[in-house]
């Protein structure tokens, strides 16, 4: 193990006698006096989500079981702080917790003291502010940044290059939201200490135990999502910026669909995903900011209003889709009836001016899964089959109930780009022309660009991708994306960055009426 990596995980409690592992809670020191009773430790930051306008969720996490409680204040000296008891953090829940602050002001900034209380003795605190949402009427700017895909293909937190910085660059654009648009861990991508890259380089991954074998376990996937909050700049984003969060496939497996079995990986020695789906489920929940009580059905599809500008619909295109061997020609399924009905109207009763839906999976690239399809597109030409099937019905949908402004961002794919659709070029063209604007990754190999499928007439208007495959993120193909909305006009300018925050490339969008 190098000094940086010893170091790192010294800091975050992931070495040493008072943790068994970076999942785990603490274990008594030996040979302490059991008089003497070490106070509790949050260990892997602060973080706010799912914002509404009068409330948000606040979470962290202790390494020995204590209660939550969360002082929240509209300045930071908290001369006049409200507080709230959230629950017990103990193994039930790998430590982490987190409670829903009632009782705010809409469109308002909150600055939030976190501490875990054992009853004897408290932590240190932690300190993080978010902002509500403002009310539905109020015609406020909004200027939102997403991306997907963290610690993927053995790129992951390299303490030498200052960590995962591409979150301090989000953090500096100042946002009012962040969309996690999936991918947020790797379960089923080890880490190993050290990558060669080209020219005679080498990258340096910190390492912890569960990073260096696929998770299966509970254990092993809460530890995946503890890694990533061992990173100083995604730590200090998350504590200034709240977010929506969705998942894909990374969370469990690659590529994963419900009932597969992964004859196919050796790795694995539970081969069920119908087995390991609900373990990365209840982790991929302790670990983020989301309250299943918003969730439909418990699950991750939900959406928020954001003022007059903006309603954000967070999709789940994972739990409800249909095997990747599918018969690509017959009709399929990528969000379920239920999904796709909840999304339709959602959008029809919608009053904001843009609908911005926060998708993981492109609608049109075609993302492949060996020799069957991955993703939303078929690859075929001709009218929609498999689950194009059920995207044209939405899109149909949309264009009779006459629902305008409506965006879609993705990630998934580990480059960035802008589609626009047009039923003139589609060979499908019963929906009105919309975007599709496309980033990632935050910290993983950069791939790409993939194929376009001609269904509902995507045209790639711009693309940066790297040279190779699995290109490092040391070279430069790391990218978020910002979307800017001006409260007076309505005007939605989306930029596309890299990992500096740079503008890469940049669109104004004008409303149209209904």
Not at 215 to 239: C, P
Not at 253 to 259: A, D, I, L, S
Not at 416 to 429: I, L, M, V
Request: charged residues 25%; aromatic residues 8%; neutral net charge.
């Amino acid at each position: 193990m190098t000094e940086p990596t010893r170091r790192t995980l010294l800091r975050a409690g992931v070495l040493g006698a008072g943790v068994l592992a970076t999942g785990a809670l603490r274990a008594p020191l030996a040979g302490a006096s059991p008089l003497v009773r070490p106070r509790p430790v949050l260990t892997h930051g602060v973080q706010s989500g799912d914002v509404t306008t009068g409330s948000a969720i606040v979470w962290t996490r202790a390494d020995k079981p204590s209660r939550l409680i969360v002082e929240v204040s509209r300045d930071e000296s908290f001369r006049h702080a409200r507080r709230i008891r959230g629950p017990v953090m103990s193994p039930k829940t790998g430590g982490t917790g987190k409670v829903r602050i009632p009782g705010l002001l809409p469109g308002t900034e909150y600055h939030y003291r976190v501490v875990a209380d054992d009853d004897r003795t408290r932590s240190e605190p932690l300190t993080g502010r978010f902002g509500t949402a403002p009310l539905p009427f109020s015609r406020r700017d909004l200027r939102l940044v997403w991306s997907g895909d963290v610690a993927g293909q053995n790129w992951g937190i390299n303490p030498e290059r200052g960590g995962m910085t591409i979150f301090s660059a989000m953090a500096a654009r100042n946002p009012d939201l962040f969309l996690h648009s999936g991918d947020t861990v790797y379960a089923d991508g080890p880490l190993t200490e050290t990558v060669a890259l080209p020219g005679g380089r080498t990258w340096r991954n910190i390492v912890t135990p569960e990073k260096s074998k696929v998770a299966e376990t509970l254990d092993e996937y809460r530890g995946q999502h503890s890694y990533n909050r061992l990173d100083e700049n995604l730590k200090r984003f998350t504590a200034s910026v709240p977010s929506y969060v969705q998942w894909d496939d990374h969370e469990v497996v690659n590529n994963w669909y419900p009932g597969e079995i992964l004859n196919d990986r050796p790795e694995y020695t539970e081969k069920r995903v119908d087995v390991l789906a609900p373990r990365a489920f209840q982790a991929f929940h302790e670990w983020h900011p989301i309250d299943r009580r918003e969730a439909v059905d418990g699950r991750v599809y939900r959406h928020f209003r954001y003022g007059a500008r903006a309603e954000i619909f967070v999709l789940d295109m994972r739990t409800y889709k249909d095997a990747n061997p599918s018969d690509r020609a017959k009709p399929g399924h990528i969000l379920g009836d239920k999904q796709a009905r909840w999304l339709v109207d959602a959008l029809d009763r919608s009053t904001a001016t843009w609908k911005i839906i926060q998708a993981d999976l492109p609608i049109g690239l075609t993302v492949p899964d060996g020799k069957d399809i991955e993703g939303v597109a078929n690859g075929l030409p001709g009218a929609p089959g498999g689950r194009e099937t059920e995207l044209a019905w939405v899109l149909s949908e949309i264009r009779k109930r006459k629902v305008r402004n409506v965006v879609w961002l993705t990630a998934d794919v580990h480059y960035t780009a802008a589609h626009e659709y047009s039923p003139d070029r589609a060979t499908f063209q019963d929906f009105d022309p919309f975007w599709e604007f496309v980033s990632g990754p935050l910290n993983a190999g950069a791939f790409g660009p993939n194929t376009l499928d001609p269904t509902f007439g995507p045209q790639a208007v711009f693309v940066h991708a790297p040279p190779a495959a699995n290109t490092s993120p040391a070279d430069g193909f790391q990218h978020f994306g910002e979307i800017n909305i001006d409260g007076s006009s309505g005007a939605l300018t989306v930029d596309l960055r890299d990992a500096t925050g740079a503008s890469l490339w940049s669109k104004t969008l004008q409303p149209q009426r209904r």
